[in-house]
């Protein structure tokens, strides 16, 4: 059974900083590149960001860019979503995301076979 488990939602301050967690267990980590999403209420879900299977090429929405970094440890089956500065407009259910094929890149959520159970991230003053 695959399962994506995340950690590390919560509500902060504009300018605040999170780390996301997102442990994978039942399915190879270590060849498959690995992503994040989210979703705001009302609005579809959408990219944020993309790392590839061995950690050395990632790749970013154009509205998180500079802001936040993706990372994993292959060795703990973990990848890691670091944000910083964030604002109102990053409240969301943040999501990771296993594609269907091994060494293959994520563009779209239609790339995607597991998806974690989504963490609340709120940011209000």
């Known amino acids: 059974q695959v399962q994506l488990v995340e950690s590390g939602g919560g509500s902060v301050q504009p300018g605040d900083s999170l780390r996301l967690s997102c442990r994978v267990s039942?399915?190879?980590?270590?060849?498959?590149?690995m992503g994040w999403f989210r979703q705001a209420p009302g609005k579809e879900r959408e990219f944020v960001g993309t790392?590839?299977?061995?950690?050395?090429?990632?790749r970013y929405a154009d509205s998180v860019k500079g802001r936040f970094t993706i990372s994993r440890d292959n060795a703990k089956n973990t990848l890691y979503l670091q944000m910083n500065s964030l604002n109102v407009e990053d409240t969301a259910v943040y999501f990771c995301?296993?594609?269907?094929?091994?060494?293959?890149?994520?563009?779209?959520?239609?790339?995607?076979?597991?998806w974690g159970q989504g963490t609340q991230v709120t940011v209000s003053s």
């Open positions: 039942g399915r190879a980590f270590n060849i498959f590149d």
């Open positions: 790392i590839n299977w061995s950690g050395s090429s990632t």
């Open positions: 995301a296993q594609p269907k094929k091994a060494w293959a890149s994520i563009v779209s959520p239609s790339d995607i076979a597991y």
